[in-house]
């Protein structure tokens, strides 16, 4: 079975900017999950989508939203770029819903300027 | 979800049997105890999920002793590739509409020398 993977791997960007990052899961999965990592922060969740439903958020503001389509594949976006979105943005994806259990893909680098 | 405490980092060498301890004072009668590993610029990969008592996989144990309060990764004869972040994650599994969030510590970063 083909792993999780994420598009782009690498990303510049501008402040005030927006970018979408997207996931696809392993096949089969329903579960989609996002996570932010930076080295001051650590591994920060920032939502769930299962069935194309967004059922737990982080903490994290409204720039930071995220969607599923019918596939399971998901996209996260963040509009208005800040110096500290820098990160990177990984997606998990698991069978069921919070499952302890998550698949990682490789993850999103995104530098903002 | 329970909190989890690690140790921010340790150090080991090749060979040894490395033992990560993770305190979670609050576990909940449902919750189960799972750790994954992380190497810098990927994401984490699961190493190993239990409830209570020892779970033995190809890659480590996990002891969790009677009152679960906490639980011990144990990594057999480390070798230079162990190096990397391991997080201690504490919750329910496969329980749909609950409100819990997923959450990572911390982690502990392992730095394994020759």
């Known amino acids: 079975k083909a792993g999780v993977t994420q598009t782009p791997r690498y990303l510049i960007k501008t402040r005030g900017q927006q970018v979408t990052l997207s996931c696809s899961p392993i096949?089969?999965?329903?579960?989609v999950s996002w996570y932010q990592q930076t080295p001051g922060q650590g591994l920060q969740f920032l939502f769930e989508?299962?069935?194309?439903?967004?059922?737990n958020k982080g903490n994290f503001p409204g720039r930071f939203s995220g969607r599923q389509f019918s596939n399971s594949r998901s996209e996260m976006n963040v509009s208005t770029l800040e110096l500290g979105d820098s990160a990177l943005y990984l997606c998990?994806?698991?069978?069921?819903?919070?499952?302890?259990?998550?698949?990682f893909g490789p993850g999103t680098r995104l530098t903002v300027l | 979800l329970a909190k989890t405490t690690q140790p921010i980092s340790m150090d080991s060498y090749e060979g040894q049997e490395v033992n990560i301890t993770c305190s979670h004072n609050n576990i909940a009668t449902n919750d189960y105890i799972t750790w994954y590993q992380q190497f810098p610029s990927q994401g984490p990969r699961f190493i190993i999920q239990g409830y209570k008592t020892k779970v033995t996989n190809e890659v480590a144990s996990l002891f969790i002793p009677a009152d679960r309060k906490s639980s011990t990764l144990s990594l057999p004869r480390v070798s230079l590739s162990d190096t990397a972040v391991y997080y201690c994650l504490v919750g329910e599994p496969r329980t749909m509409n609950r409100d819990d969030k997923i959450i990572f510590g911390k982690g502990t970063r392992l730095h394994i020398l020759p």
């Open positions: 096949s089969g999965h329903r579960s």
């Open positions: 989508y299962f069935s194309e439903t967004q059922r």
């Open positions: 998990a994806s698991s069978p069921q819903s919070q499952g302890n259990e998550q698949f």
